[in-house]
């Protein structure tokens, strides 16, 4: 038969201070493992939610991404009349040409770092429907106007009218956007061709985005561009293209993950400390239930079980010490395109899930020598001390 | 010190509480000192005295964008000038994307002049010097990769629409680590390649300045940036420390989350310990009434007893920042992290705080116990049940 869980949990309340110190212990730990998690789910979040599934972001043969790309002018002629290319309802085909240069501003902060400016045409905001134009207007042909991000414009300390210097001249932002999270709540937008002249790429573009017909039509312009052996080009979904900048966030992964398992290990050597001292302070107490009938194997678990609970309460109270860190937003160099990427620590259900089974993972492992030395003791010599 | 056999036989009274407190302690120290490591290197700059003399000059609007050759001339016209190189990141693949390591296009006559702290087989730079298609690359990425002088390497181009195909003839050494890191080869190469490939040629990446003397090197910031100020391709030129720097702050909110780590870090080895050396003491008050019975003073044993928990501190304070040290001294962390870390040097400062810190938790985690169990009166501490 198993000791009843009330045994365990009265010994729990009676230690207050021993329990108080274990919880927070196993607590503060669980915070900072949720945090990491939350910056590197953010990070990532921020790609798996950019683009549209029916848009294709064509780029050179060879190319990792835009900023490398080379497209040139006479070729988005062809790509714009491939059978599969969405239209305006004018007939127009709904692909925008796009060149992506970087800025070197000032953060709010005062140190300046690179932003992404992507030159394209009108067409790139309809093909980009999660973006949406919240404030003032679009920018104009021809003119150094630009569309900043609600985003951008916080950390950098713009505003409608503010004027950035770069590409030989000044640009005014004349219009505030939100790209609900996603990758061009990093960037500047603005007119193609001023972007050209700007910074001297006239014959170029970075890339070409266009909307297919449907999935089937998505499917077949992706193969066909890419197999053409003239053309030197490579077609991929948006969603597609995006995810695989999730590679980013790989060097905070790393140091996240070294922290949290020296942390945890940390954690596991307080926790077998703390149950030593209780298995040792209730010896007598242990040969009493030996005594009463429990097996060696009861009195095992229910010190797992007891060291498992206190990790889990330390666990709960870890999770929500970690909560408020939701939402908050930050910065951090984008290694793919060089430029500041913005986003948020996301804190998910699914997290806090983990946050808690790595608790109680650690209370498991800090509790097994200890319990196994408690079901072990000799019931004489335990009525003895 | 005639009561250090009494606090040595007291630690080892409980060896596994002690051990285990030792191993915690060590675990959180080790952590600490990390994570200062790992801030001090992304700040790290190289520091010798060749790199104080060398300017990067670079396209002001980003460093992705290009400069004529012609500013070259330019460049070294400009009072204090002692000598300038073209320079390309190449940023190549090499196999695969997860062997990362920097490579470099530059003017092959010129870069061990510039580089002057480098040491090379004067044979080999002979070689590389006279060869279109030579490469040299640094001793450690040689070793990592496990590449003999004669083999072939190629690289994917990924910014450039070419594959170069290189041929090491030489490896180098530097007082700088994360110089031998790096493969470098021919501007003349890459630029024949642009001309095949791309419709671009006879264009710079950076320029690499070496002044003359450390007065004239911000004169000559200034002065080349001035120089093409109103052009198409305005330049930004600033010391190699400075210019190394630029990448790190671009590392934004880095710092602030790190020491944040930290703090949270102390703060629950303080608390942890603290109850550890407080259940501890509480077990020993009655021996502590005995001693008093036998003469000890109450400041002496406050002392014994401080002493003892102070010991335990110092020596998770040594197992941890010692084991750091070792570690990271001795572990190829190039290959571990897949190119992302090429050293952690750990500084004595880090060394310094983490053993003052393992100090002042073995003090203030035994202080307030010691204390109190010192100041029951003998006959109420030996009725105490511990």
């Not at chain 1, 030159?119 to 106007?145: D, S």
């Not at chain 2, 952590?31 to 670079?58: C, G, M, N, P, W």
């Not at chain 2, 640094?138 to 190629?154: E, Q, S, Y």
């Not at chain 2, 950076?206 to 120089?227: H, N, T």
Request: proline share 3%.
């Amino acid at each position: 038969m198993a000791i009843p869980l009330k045994y365990n949990l009265r010994s729990l309340l009676v230690r207050r201070t021993g329990t108080a110190m274990a919880i927070i212990s196993v607590a503060a730990t669980v915070a900072v493992f949720v945090s990491i998690l939350a910056l590197v789910s953010g990070l990532e979040n921020v790609f798996a939610l950019t683009g549209h599934p029916l848009n294709i972001v064509v780029i050179r043969q060879g190319s990792q991404v835009e900023g490398n790309s080379a497209v040139s002018v006479p070729t988005l002629q062809t790509l714009k009349y491939l059978p599969g290319v969405a239209k305006y309802g004018d007939g127009q085909p709904l692909v925008s040409p796009e060149l992506l240069v970087l800025a070197f501003i000032p953060r709010a902060g005062g140190d300046k770092t690179h932003v992404s400016i992507r030159g394209m045409t009108p067409a790139g905001l309809a093909l980009r429907e999660q973006v949406r134009l919240v404030e003032g207007r679009m920018f104009r042909g021809g003119l150094r106007e630009l569309l900043a991000s609600r985003t951008v414009a916080r950390r950098f300390n713009l505003q409608l009218g503010s004027a950035l210097n770069f590409g030989l001249g000044d640009w005014i932002v004349v219009g505030l956007t939100e790209a609900g999270g996603s990758a061009y709540d990093s960037e500047l937008w603005a007119d193609v061709g001023t972007v050209a002249d700007g910074f001297n790429r006239r014959e170029v573009y970075s890339s070409v985005l266009m909307r297919a017909a449907d999935a089937a039509a998505a499917d077949q312009l992706c193969r066909r561009i890419s197999d053409d052996r003239q053309l030197h080009l490579q077609a991929r979904p948006e969603n597609e293209y995006f995810r695989e900048q999730m590679r980013t966030s790989m060097p905070i992964k790393m140091l996240g993950t070294f922290i949290a398992m020296v942390m945890a290990i940390g954690s596991c050597f307080a926790a077998m400390n703390a149950m030593y001292a209780t298995v040792a302070h209730r010896t007598h107490e242990i040969a009493v239930l030996r005594v009463l009938g429990f097996s060696r194997r009861a009195v095992l678990l229910a010190f797992l079980l007891e060291s498992a609970m206190l990790a889990a309460a330390g666990g709960l109270l870890g999770c929500l010490l970690a909560l408020p860190i939701h939402g908050l937003s930050t910065g951090t160099m984008n290694f793919y395109t060089f430029a500041e990427l913005s986003f948020h620590f996301r804190v998910t259900p699914q997290l806090l899930a983990r946050g808690l089974l790595f608790a109680v993972a650690v209370g498991l492992v800090g509790g097994l020598l200890p319990a196994r030395l408690a079901a072990r003791r000799s019931l004489v010599e335990g009525l003895r001390s | 010190m005639k009561f250090a056999a009494l606090v040595l036989k007291s630690t080892l009274r409980n060896k596994r509480r002690t051990i285990l407190t030792v191993l915690g302690l060590g675990a959180s120290l080790f952590l600490l000192v990390t994570l200062h490591t790992v801030l001090y290197e992304l700040q790290a700059t190289t520091i010798t005295q060749e790199s104080d003399l060398r300017l990067v000059t670079r396209h002001a609007v980003s460093i992705a964008n290009w400069m004529p050759l012609a500013y070259k001339e330019q460049i070294r016209q400009v009072p204090g000038v002692k000598d300038v190189m073209t320079a390309h990141w190449f940023g190549g693949i090499y196999i695969d994307e997860s062997n990362f390591f920097p490579q470099f296009a530059e003017d092959a006559d010129k870069t061990f002049r510039l580089y002057s702290e480098l040491g090379i087989d004067p044979a080999q730079r002979e070689t590389f010097e006279r060869e279109r298609t030579a490469a040299v690359a640094g001793a450690r990425l040689c070793k990592r990769f496990g590449w003999k002088i004669g083999d072939r390497i190629t690289l994917k181009g990924t910014f450039f629409p070419f594959d170069v195909e290189l041929k090491l003839v030489g490896s180098f050494t530097s007082p700088n680590l994360p110089d031998e890191a790096m493969l470098v080869f021919h501007y003349d190469y890459l630029n024949e390649m642009m001309v095949k490939t791309m419709r671009t040629r006879d264009v710079a990446g950076f320029y690499i300045i070496q002044a003359e003397s450390l007065e004239a090197v911000p004169r000559i910031a200034q002065a080349v940036d001035e120089k093409f100020h109103n052009s198409t391709a305005p330049t930004k030129t600033e010391t190699e420390k400075a210019f190394q720097l630029s990448f790190s702050s671009m590392l934004g909110n880095v710092k602030l989350f790190i020491g944040a780590i930290s703090v949270v870090v102390v703060f629950t080895i303080l608390l942890v310990t603290a109850a550890t050396m407080a259940m501890t003491i509480r077990e020993r008050t009655a021996e502590v009434a005995i001693l008093k019975t036998l003469g000890y003073t109450s400041g002496l044993v406050f002392t014994l007893l401080l002493a003892e928990a102070l010991s335990i501190a110092v020596l998770g304070g040594l197992l941890g920042c010692g084991g750091a040290k070792l570690l990271y001294s001795t572990v190829d962390l190039q290959q571990l992290t897949g190119g992302w870390i090429i050293q952690l040097r750990v500084q004595p400062e880090a060394l310094a705080l983490g053993m003052a810190l393992a100090a002042v938790i073995g003090t203030a985690a035994s202080a307030v116990p010691a204390w109190r169990a010192c100041r029951l009166p003998i006959a109420e501490a030996l009725r105490h049940v511990g």
